[in-house]
């Protein structure tokens, strides 16, 4: 079974920077690609960035140029750095990974329970 954990969360002043992680652990085939999503209150959850096998990456266009997505694959490990934070970047950000099991090569889509990222003006 496989599963995700996130970490790095927390509260910065506007400008600042955080950088969250998500592992993936359990029986892994391959990961084909890991991002993460962001859900603000009273909106929708929206695609911020991912990362796709071959280190392709897509951003948000708010996000663009401010964070960063990488993946240490080796640790199944994805992470985003975000630099120059905003107010209206607070919201809980969700890690979200998809990929193949290892005992049955079955597809998978697994979302981590979410971390806060509040940004104070």
């Known amino acids: 079974q496989v599963q995700l954990v996130e970490s790095g969360g927390g509260l910065v002043q506007a400008g600042g920077s955080l950088r969250l992680s998500c592992a993936a652990s359990?029986?892994?085939?391959?990961?084909?690609?890991m991002g993460w999503y962001r859900q603000a209150p009273g909106k929708q959850r929206e695609l911020v960035a991912v990362?796709?096998?071959?280190?392709?990456?897509n951003y948000a266009d708010s996000v663009k140029g401010r964070f960063t997505i990488s993946r240490d694959n080796a640790k199944n490990t994805v992470y985003l750095q975000m630099n120059s934070l905003k107010p209206e970047d607070t919201a809980i950000y969700y890690c979200?990974?998809?990929?193949?099991?290892?005992?049955?090569?079955?597809?998978?889509?697994?979302w981590g329970q979410g971390t806060l990222v509040t940004v104070s003006s």
């Open positions: 990362i796709i096998s071959g280190d392709s990456t």
């Open positions: 359990g029986s892994i085939f391959s990961i084909n690609a």
């Open positions: 979200n990974a998809k990929g193949l099991s290892g005992r049955t090569f079955r597809y998978f889509e697994l």
